[in-house]
């Protein structure tokens, strides 16, 4: 890795480009550029040491915006070619963003994969449960009887939880913010770049145009403490804006349930206490697709598991056949087996 020979500390700023953001004003992406820009500032990680890639979709000009390295790819290609990135040149750190429609559409292929692989790079799916770019067809996290251009009706489809998709698809990281917690959004992709594998962060991001409003019970500020979780490795699962519920496991169900602190029945002590790095993805899939009014919504990192490094272990496996090898170079491979001299 280069090494960064400017001792001035890296701020924000340094990873605006000077290109101008062309999101629409009030686009949930504007928070998730800064939320970005800031976690790759207190990573610290020289600007020349990181590179940026996306698909298609407004969440894919994303690059234009970054004083990085940065490729601006093709619809559902970008965790093919940020897989390639990554294994071509390891000392990187690579950035992959991608839409709902982009990761987990046209892209889902290559998407469920680089995740099943644990090739050491960032996923971040920005989800705003529709196609924005392409003026608003329902996408596969869109909810069934989502009024779209292309579901008049409603739509029918049952949609993905791209939590549920991730930990389905043996993931080892998974996290989950919103657009407009910006300190909660770089919390969690700074606990991102530094895991050693995949890890992938959704952000619920607003689209304001197509689909405004549709995390808007998440922001209500009288009842969104109420409505969301925040998990902290080895903490209870409380929450409430005063702190007065919890999640439980139903010993008759196996499943999760929210209950009251203040009804008598139950004490902290009957809380779970959030384990992000346990290997049972059981509990962490039920956490990823909790959803409101049943449950609160989960926030901050759900599952964080070591496993084997996809591109440390191609390495590793590169070096130890040329070590092996009897052929050490081009001359040694032309002149091996059976030659023949043309006169």
Not at 119 to 144: H, R
Request: proline share 4%.
């Amino acid at each position: 890795m280069t090494q960064n020979i400017n001792t001035k500390k890296l701020t924000a700023k340094d990873f605006k480009s000077d290109q101008e953001v062309r999101w629409c004003p009030g686009c949930g992406d504007h928070a998730i550029l800064n939320s970005i820009q800031k976690a790759m500032a207190e990573l610290e990680i020289p600007k020349e040491d990181i590179a940026v890639i996306s698909g298609i979709g407004c969440s894919s000009r994303f690059p234009y915006y970054m004083e990085t390295y940065g490729f601006h790819s093709i619809h559902g290609r970008a965790a093919a070619i940020a897989s390639g990135v990554k294994v071509a040149n390891p000392d990187l750190t690579v950035w992959q963003i991608s839409g709902d429609g982009d990761a987990m559409a046209i892209g889902g292929n290559h998407f469920i994969h680089a995740v099943r692989r644990n090739i050491d790079m960032n996923i971040i799916v920005f989800n705003n449960e529709i196609y924005g770019l392409t003026k608003g067809q329902y996408s596969p996290t869109s909810p069934v009887g989502s009024i779209t251009k292309t579901s008049p009706h409603g739509s029918i489809d049952t949609p993905f939880k791209p939590g549920g998709l991730v930990i389905g698809a043996r993931g080892s990281f998974f996290a989950r913010s919103i657009d407009y917690n910006v300190k909660l959004t770089t919390d969690v992709c700074v606990k991102a770049a530094k895991y050693k594998g995949t890890s992938v962060v959704e952000i619920l991001q607003n689209c304001v145009i197509f689909n405004e409003g549709f995390h808007a019970m998440l922001l209500d500020k009288e009842h969104k403490e109420d409505r969301v979780i925040i998990l902290e490795h080895g903490k209870p699962m409380i929450f409430g804006k005063n702190k007065d519920k919890g999640l439980i496991l139903d010993p008759k169900t196996l499943s999760l349930k929210v209950v009251s602190l203040t009804s008598g029945e139950y004490t902290e002590d009957d809380i779970i206490v959030h384990d992000s790095h346990t290997d049972n993805p059981g509990l962490h899939a039920m956490l990823a697709n909790m959803s409101y009014p049943e449950f609160p919504v989960a926030m901050g990192v759900i599952r964080e598991v070591t496993n084997p490094i996809y591109n440390e272990h191609l390495i590793a496996q590169i070096k130890e056949a040329k070590e092996n090898s009897k052929n050490k170079n081009l001359t040694d491979v032309l002149l091996s087996g059976n030659t023949w001299e043309v006169k």
